[in-house]
């Protein structure tokens, strides 16, 4: 008998794992994917999450492992305007990273197996166990079907989790698709932290990961997702090329680490997120445009939320269990309700032409343009940075 079983074992599953063994929960971590493991993510983290890595006393080997630390930004929009500055700081950290996933989530799993989670890759979530109304477990196929008995079952499973289908949880905001994101690895850029290109109806962004690799991305309407697919090399160098011509003469095949990966699956909505014997965490609770690049930090907010409420709570049965998930999810619904409408905002294209005429007041005020990436961050409202402007 496990206490909890967490499906899903990447940023959301693997971290609230972690954070459960070790305050000596039984938890069971189950994935389809065998780690190491990639998915379709940009990984661009920000100091809220950088800083809950160093919490959690990850940040130091992921720095080790050769993830290059980004301590500036540079910002260009229009026909003139550049933005410089460093990354709004979170207690004390004003660093953002890029970790692959296939070293992030890994090195997720290895921690939280570490901490006496039993973990099992290869598995595949397959329904929901119910008893007298709550849920009591969990069935798996795969390599091998097993069925587990848990106080809890968290649904860490994505998008398109199926512990939610399962569940019943409804959509209780769906707000729509507005963006598409495509993106490839490239050797040889120079680094000068995260660049962001924004104008003519798209957003080219470059940043530094992993062995020498910049990551370098372009984000359009989702109106364009089917005709850019159809031929995305193409499409992506000569967007690549109009925004940002000193990224672009880098992007030779010779340097190109790998295809060029997107999605266009990037709705924004909110589940439902906490019932009888279960809850949701990570992208299966709620998910956001990748415009604002939040989702890895909501994921280990949303861990460490759950994690701080679930022991005392599954020790005290199983009423307490579901007043705590329920109290999670309240909390997660209102701290992030100003994030999810900014992320809109910004994946809409809306406040683009508005924005302008503000940010020109801030280019010489680094401290003001750290406050600005705050806004993306989730850590300052649009709100506090004009008045912060005047
Ligand atoms: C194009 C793109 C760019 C992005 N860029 C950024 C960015 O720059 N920064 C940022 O913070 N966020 C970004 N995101 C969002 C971020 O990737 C997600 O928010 C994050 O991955 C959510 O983590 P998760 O653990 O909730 O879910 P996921 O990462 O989706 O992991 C879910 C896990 O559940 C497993 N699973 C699913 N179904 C089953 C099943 N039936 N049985 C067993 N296992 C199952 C999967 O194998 C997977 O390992 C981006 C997303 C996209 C699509």
């Known amino acids: 008998m496990h206490d909890v079983i967490i499906v899903g074992a990447r940023c959301a599953g693997a971290a609230t794992a972690l954070l459960l063994a070790r305050r000596g929960v039984r938890v069971l971590l189950v994935d389809r994917a065998a780690f190491p493991s990639d998915t379709v993510s940009t990984h661009l983290l920000h100091p809220t999450g950088v800083a809950r890595l160093r919490s959690w006393g990850l940040l130091d080997p992921l720095l080790a492992g050769g993830c290059p630390p980004i301590d500036s930004i540079s910002f260009r929009a229009g026909e003139d305007l550049v933005l410089r500055g460093a990354p709004y700081a979170c207690d004390g950290i004003a660093l953002s990273l890029a970790p692959r996933r296939t070293v992030l ?16 890759e290869g598995a595949s979530f397959q329904r929901v166990v119910w008893e007298g109304g709550r849920v009591v477990g969990a069935e798996f ?54 660049q962001i290109f924004v104008g003519g109806g798209q957003a080219v962004l470059a940043y530094p990961t992993h062995g020498g690799d910049h990551l370098v991305l372009v984000g359009w309407p989702h109106a364009r997702f089917a005709e850019a697919k159809q031929d995305i090399d193409r499409h992506f160098l000569a967007a690549v090329a109009a925004s ?8 030779t095949a010779d340097a190109r680490s790998g295809p060029i990966s997107g999605s266009g699956d990037l709705g924004n909505y909110i589940r439902e997120s906490a019932g009888p014997g279960w809850v949701l965490v990570g992208d299966a609770a709620t998910a956001k445009d990748p415009v604002t690049a939040q989702g890895i930090g909501d994921a280990f907010a949303q861990a460490q939320s759950l994690a701080d409420r679930l022991p005392a709570a599954l020790a005290a049965g199983p009423q307490a269990v579901d007043v705590a998930t329920a109290a999670h999810a309240a909390d997660r619904e209102r701290d992030s309700a100003t994030a ?24 010489s005020r680094p401290d003001l343009i750290s406050m600005f990436y705050g806004i993306y961050a989730g850590q300052v409202t649009m709100e506090e940075f004009v008045a912060a402007v005047g």
């Open 244 to 251: 940002a011509p000193g990224v672009a003469e880098y992007l």
């Open 340 to 363: 999810f409408e900014t992320t809109l905002t910004f994946a809409m294209g809306g406040n683009s032409a508005a924005l302008l005429p503000v940010l020109r007041k801030i280019e």
């Open 141 to 194: 196929g795969g390599r091998s079907a097993f069925v587990e008995r848990a106080a809890l079952v968290v649904g860490a499973d994505g998008r398109h989790s199926a512990v939610a289908r399962q569940v019943g949880a409804r959509v209780i905001r769906d707000a729509g698709t507005f963006g598409c994101q495509f993106y490839g690895y490239w050797q040889g850029l120079p680094d000068v932290g995260t």
């Open 105 to 120: 989530d890994a090195m997720l799993v290895e921690a939280a197996g570490a901490a006496g989670a039993e973990v099992r």
